[in-house]
């Protein structure tokens, strides 16, 4: 099993930034990649950002490209996320995920039930 801790969320003007950590424990030897999933009421969870585990490779949806930055700290085993320029739309809970995908499968970084493990969620609320 991978437990996975998420800090960071708070209130932040438009405009501002908020970095999130995610620090994961357990089993960390079998994650594969990492994301970072939001939600708000009523809606579905959506994908924002990940990194592969195991080249550094980064995914970003559309709307937080340019903005949103994923990295990784091997040593620690924590995900971040840099948030800058901020907006009222990016309020959400956001989610740390973690991928330990069967051997021999193809991997999407952006779908959701891919992810095995997940965080309890840190809001993140922008105001305009």
């Known amino acids: 099993q991978v437990q996975l801790v998420e800090s960071g969320g708070g209130l932040v003007q438009a405009g501002g930034s908020l970095r999130l950590s995610c620090a994961a424990s357990?089993?960390?030897?079998?994650?594969?990649?990492m994301g970072w999933f939001r939600q708000n009421p009523g809606k579905e969870r959506e994908f924002v950002a990940a990194?592969?585990?195991?080249?550094?490779?980064?995914y970003y949806a559309d709307s937080v490209k340019g903005r949103f930055i994923v990295s990784r700290d091997n040593a620690k085993n924590t995900l971040y996320l840099q948030m800058n320029s901020l907006k009222p739309e990016d309020t959400a809970v956001y989610y740390c995920?973690?991928?330990?995908?069967?051997?021999?499968?193809?991997?999407?970084?952006?779908?959701?039930?891919?992810?095995?493990?997940w965080g309890q969620g840190t809001r993140v609320t922008v105001s305009s």
């Open positions: 357990g089993r960390t030897f079998r994650i594969y990649g």
């Open positions: 990194i592969d585990w195991t080249d550094g490779n980064t």
């Open positions: 995920a973690a991928l330990d995908p069967p051997l021999g499968s193809v991997v999407a970084f952006g779908l959701e039930y891919q992810y095995n493990y």
